[in-house]
């Protein structure tokens, strides 16, 4: 495999949240951070690229994705109407829009049957390209509980057990699992209580044992308070925390991953882009509490990971920069925006040993920006370059290739 050499940018390496500006090379060897240091202490390599004036980074980890699912007006719909020939088709298209934006992991949080699985497997053994994928396999639900059309209906604690067993046999890499009700599902409230605290707490037991992390989602206060206390790891959506919430999570270490992408898409394009009325309905109500909700959670310092919720309506998997700039917008600074996904997120997926940061021996998971994220965001829409395991997936560096004092030329 070709050595490669990318010289003289800032470095933001997702450790400490520092930018290290002057001049910095990242050589990546076999698929993997072989080197990071100085520029004027930078070793050989069969290729070197230049990239003065710009910032290399970590590849970017979105936390809550549905690859099967690809934004369409209704979700429940597309997954119902799918083949699992379809939906497998589908969630690989969306791993390579995913990648091709700077996305080199995702966490997915919920897909039918085997699909997302299966595609993570493809994808490591080199059969189509994607992400680092990250998935739940089906969710976990009480019976007409949200997501049940993609999910494993349980009732009681002895069928939660016997559901987590299930999903971990089939390969899932952490476990999904619904406390409260959900915008998508017909007949369920967002802020209704769903899987018992009980019932949650057995799902932490038997995922910890087998050393997978839980997700939840919740919405409704006591179904977040309920996960919570039963020891998830991670609130998705997390609309109605409030202040008491905040210090629970942050002393249990509980992740938030706030998806404000989820709510905006539905209200914006509302009945107009085909989504249901009583989607659109259950939307605006959620809207502005997400909002507030995430203002003040930046103030209260909780642990956050950015996850989009990209698949559901008008959320498309490019979609994370988005996310990314309306978290600042709403309070958070830049450097916590871009540790939210990639260190922060890496820990929050339970990859960090694999990718999150830009440390010698992680997989060659890497970007360059145009500018400076850590001064604005918004340098984010100006991604350049994006390589995954060393494999390049966007390359738009001026020079193809820049035989210089840096090059052997011995392996070209
Ligand atoms: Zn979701």
Known sequence: MTSWLLRNARLFDGVDGNLRTGAWSVLVDGGRLAWIGPDEAAPNADVVRDAAG?????????????????????????????????????????????????????????????????????????????????????VITMTGGHGYFMGVEADGVDAVRAAVRGELKRGAKFIKAMATGGVLTSGVKPTQTALLREELAVIVEEAHHAGRRVSTHAIGREGIENA???????????????????????????????????????VTEGEAGGTPAWIVDKAGTEMERSRTMFRAAVQAGMHIAAGTDSGTPFNPHDGLVDELIEMVQIGLTPTRALLSATRDG??????????????????????????????DITALKSIMFVAKGGELYRDELPERELVGAHTTGAHA
């Open 54 to 138: 710009r910032t290399v980074m970590p590849g970017l980890i979105n936390a809550h994705v549905h690859l099967a699912n690809d934004g369409a007006a209704d979700l429940a719909a597309q997954v119902r109407d799918d083949s699992t020939t379809t939906a497998a088709l589908r969630a690989s298209a969306n791993a390579l829009i995913s990648l091709r934006a700077g996305i080199t992991t995702v966490k997915d949080c919920g897909a039918s049957d085997n699909v997302v699985i299966d595609l993570g497997r493809a994808i490591d053994a080199g059969v189509v390209p994607g992400p680092h994928v990250v998935a739940a396999g089906r």
């Open 228 to 266: 919570i206390l039963a020891g998830v790891d991670t609130i998705e959506h997390g609309f109605h925390l409030d202040e008491e919430l905040f210090a629970l999570a942050i002393e249990r270490g509980t992740f938030l991953v706030p998806t404000l992408s989820a709510v905006g898409g539905i």
């Open 346 to 375: 890496a820990v929050n997926a339970d990859v960090l040993d694999v990718t999150g940061t830009l440390e010698v021996g992680k997989s060659a998971d890497l970007l360059v920006v145009d500018g400076d994220p850590t001064a």
